[in-house]
T-cell receptor, first 112, second 113 residues
Framework: DTAVSQTPKYLVTQMGNDKSIKCEQN?????MYWYKQDSKKFLKIMFS???????INETVPNRFSPKSPDKAHLNLHINSLELGDSAVYFC???????????FGQGTRLTVV | KQEVTQIPAALSVPEGENLVLNCSFT??????LQWFRQDPGKGLTSLLL???SQREQTSGRLNASLDKSSGRSTLYIAASQPGDSATYLC????????????WGLGTSLAVNP
């Protein structure tokens, strides 16, 4: 049973398109995150939701919009994709107060 | 500003060797330090978490140590196996915001049979 699952694993799309990446966790955690891994393998946090409320919103373009329909899901929608959006995006979850985070397998987004 | 550095960037060893991966951080006021493993296509796996009050943690063939005063942590892997081949990352929570992790660039390990 996958704890944190992301779909799709790979996404290749053209500039200007709108796409979504889905994330689901079955761990019963109340906090979920989206990270972007850059070419140097740094993981930079983008968003964090706790009980469906946005608690961290780092400086990312407005084209990126997270949506949390419930505590177990945090989807990432990206409008007007640009070449620079190409990266691996990781979803993660944790329980509030815990210092562990469980990560998904990542979604490799390639914008052409 | 916290910075995390990992040395070496890459390591290739024959199977069976004991090895040490290094992680250093500039701000010693940390709450904890985590070691992760990243496998291609499988995401990140949390290996060990060391609280600031602890000096080491062990899990199987893995042993992680923490020296806050010198800003260093080491991950010791005993009797390495080809299955240990992966990228190993260390991370510390950002001061004032425990949900934000500051990551090193990782050590890419290859264990050759």
């Amino acid at each position: 049973d996958t704890a944190v699952s992301q779909t799709p694993k790979y996404l290749v799309t053209q500039m200007g398109n709108d796409k979504s990446i889905k994330c689901e966790q079955n761990l019963g955690h109340d906090t979920m995150y989206w990270y972007k891994q850059d070419s140097k393998k740094f993981l930079k946090i983008m968003f964090s939701y706790n009980n469906k409320e946005l608690i961290i919103n780092e400086t990312v373009p407005n084209r990126f919009s997270p949506k949390s329909p419930d505590k177990a899901h945090l989807n990432l929608h990206i409008n007007s994709l640009e070449l620079g959006d190409s990266a691996v995006y990781f979803c993660a979850s944790s329980q509030k107060g815990a210092r562990w985070a469980f990560f998904g397998q990542g979604t490799r987004l390639t914008v052409v | 500003k916290q910075e995390v550095t990992q040395i070496p960037a890459a390591l290739s060893v024959p199977e069976g060797e004991n090895l040490v991966l290094n992680c250093s951080f500039t701000d010693s006021a940390i709450y904890n330090l985590q070691w992760f493993r990243q496998d291609p296509g499988k995401g990140l796996t949390s290996l060990l978490l060391i609280q600031s009050s602890q000096r080491e943690q062990t899990s199987g063939r893995l042993n992680a140590s923490l020296d806050k005063s010198s800003g260093r942590s080491t991950l010791y892997i005993a009797a390495s196996q080809p299955g240990d081949s992966a990228t190993y990352l260390c991370a510390v929570p950002n001061a004032g915001n425990n949900r934000k992790l500051i990551w090193g660039l990782g050590t890419s390990l290859a264990v050759n049979p």
